[in-house]
């Protein structure tokens, strides 16, 4: 693939990963007494007001995913969860794949500038200034700072301006999660799947994903070629 001016990444399942997990009795899911698939599923409750940063507090969102599904849990249970999913989060945040890493540090020696596009919560951005990444990144656009989510056009041409990139010379990054390669595509920005960790959590979604990719790249290192 091309060189490209702007870089525009995902997060999640892109440059980081909450799977696997190192200790199966830590899980969220475990501590609730319910299935992987229930807690999954419990995940998305209330995601967009969440994502567009209707609520601030990571301590509400932590109650209102426990309560959504165990009304009756006390604060002694939310505030396990809570600790538990934030060591989950912060590990996932410092712990960056080395091809990852590399990649992104030898794009910004490159002078390239790079720009983080996620949708996340206020508890999903908690260490994202305590990553490895975080120095080499110009900008950062996250839906519950902006109340713009992906696909929406509106969230990249807010990256779009924030940055002052040439569409013609930016390229978006992604695993493929809320239609963000068709977002990007739809808002004239070249599009690249990156299948680095979904194709260990979720290969079954990546035919579909490539649909709307300029690129599919399997190693995050390809994007120096």
């Given at each position: 693939?091309?060189?490209f001016?702007y870089?525009?990444?995902?997060l999640?399942?892109t440059?980081?990963?909450?799977e ?19 807690w ?19 301590e509400e ?10 009304p ?32 992104i540090?030898?794009?910004h020696k490159?002078n ?24 080499f990144?110009?900008?950062?656009v996250f ?8 696909p ?15 569409k013609?010379?930016s390229?978006?990054?992604g695993?493929?999660?809320?239609n ?8 004239g ?7 680095q ?11 579909a994903?490539?649909l709307?990719?300029d ?6 290192t390809?994007?120096?070629?």
């Amino acid at each position: 693939m091309r060189e490209f001016d702007y870089y525009f990444f995902d997060l999640f399942n892109t440059l980081i990963k909450l799977e696997p997990y190192e200790q199966e009795c830590s899980r969220e899911y475990n501590l609730l007494g319910i299935s992987k698939e229930a807690w999954d599923k419990n995940s998305e409750y209330n995601y967009e007001n969440r994502a567009r940063g209707r609520i601030t507090s990571p301590e509400e969102i932590i109650t209102g995913l426990v309560r959504n599904c165990r009304p009756d849990a006390g604060q002694e249970i939310i505030n396990t969860v809570f600790n538990v999913r934030k060591e989950r989060f912060r590990r996932a945040m410092v712990q960056i794949d080395p091809d990852i890493l590399k990649t992104i540090q030898e794009l910004h020696k490159r002078n390239k500038k790079i720009t983080l596009i996620s949708n996340a919560d206020a508890f999903d951005t908690l260490f994202w200034k305590d990553s490895p990444l975080f120095p080499f990144f110009d900008e950062t656009v996250f839906s519950c700072d902006t109340g713009l989510m992906k696909p929406d056009a509106a969230i990249y041409d807010f990256a779009v301006r924030k940055t002052g990139a040439d569409k013609q010379s930016s390229v978006f990054i992604g695993d493929g999660g809320f239609n963000e390669l068709e977002g990007a595509k739809n808002a004239g920005i070249t599009s690249v799947l990156t299948t680095q960790i979904i194709k260990n959590t979720w290969p079954e979604g990546i035919p579909a994903f490539a649909l709307h990719a300029d690129y599919v790249i399997e190693n995050f290192t390809e994007l120096l070629c």
